[in-house]
């Protein structure tokens, strides 16, 4: 059943913090004391922080309303797979999110839709959120590819059934918008998580949480969350600077 936007209560708004391979020990030390002072509010928030730091980050934000999580995770299990970090070992740390596809990791290891989605059920069998990204280039979004490549990565994702698909989040960031400086347009955003929500709705998941990402900052957030598919947001950059993060939480 597809649930017309406005005609329902909207789904309680998620921030999540994507710090990608920045920071050291002093530098998170200030970045969760800034983060420390959050009162909280109406929207659930988390950081995900390179896999050296999920100790400082469960420490650090103990008792606040930051929940946190790593940036990636392997499909397997356990075992002989040097380097990998599994959703177990994630799951023991405390985590409760993790990333999973980001176009990073697309683009320099060559993951695929079907790893990805695999990743996806690791770690829903470890107990943590997946967050599953999805995005074209500018090159596939020029050629009007943009719904088809989305489509073709949420495919095995949706494969693992409605069951999995309702206990993940979906964020979609058009890879043009990431470090970049250019947002898409709320407009822009919105077509394509209107297309993503009626995929998801398809397999009996159209109340899942689909975040943009893509230069979201505090100037912009607003505007992007007025929009009726757009619930929260998945932030690089501006998640470095605790007051950015703040007023991007608190918009
Ligand atoms: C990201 O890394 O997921 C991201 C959206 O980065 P930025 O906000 O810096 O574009």
Not at 14 to 23: A, E, Q, R, S, Y
Not at 56 to 63: E, F, I, R, V
Request: hydrophobic share 45%; net charge negative.
């Amino acid at each position: 059943m597809h649930i017309m936007p406005g005609l329902v209560a909207r789904k309680q708004r998620l921030v999540i913090g994507n710090w990608k391979m920045n920071g050291s020990l002093a530098q998170n030390a200030s970045l969760l004391d800034g983060l420390r002072a959050y009162p909280g509010g109406a929207c659930d928030l988390a950081v995900c922080v390179p896999y050296p730091y999920l100790a400082q980050a469960a420490y650090g934000l103990h008792n606040t309303a930051f929940g946190f999580g790593a940036q990636d995770v392997s499909q397997h299990d356990q075992g002989a797979y040097t380097g990998d970090v599994s959703a177990a070992m994630l799951a023991d740390m405390g985590c409760q999110w993790v990333l999973v596809g980001h176009s990073e990791r697309r683009q320099h290891h060559a993951e695929t839709d079907q790893q990805v989605a695999n990743k996806a059920q690791a770690a829903l069998n470890a107990g943590l959120t997946p967050v599953v990204c999805v995005g074209e280039t500018l090159a596939e979004q020029s050629a009007g590819h943009t719904l088809g490549v989305v489509a073709r990565q949420l495919a095995p994702v949706l494969a693992l059934g409605a069951d999995a698909v309702n206990q993940l989040v979906v964020a979609y960031e058009p890879v043009w918008a990431i470090g970049t400086g250019k947002t898409a347009t709320p407009q822009q955003a919105q077509d394509v998580h209107a297309a993503i929500r009626a995929s998801l709705d398809s397999v009996g998941a159209g109340q899942v949480r689909i975040l943009y990402g893509g230069s979201v900052n505090a100037g912009n957030a607003a505007s992007l969350f007025a929009m009726p598919d757009i619930d929260g947001a998945l932030v690089g950059g501006a998640s470095l600077q605790a007051s950015e993060f703040l007023a991007i939480a608190a918009a």
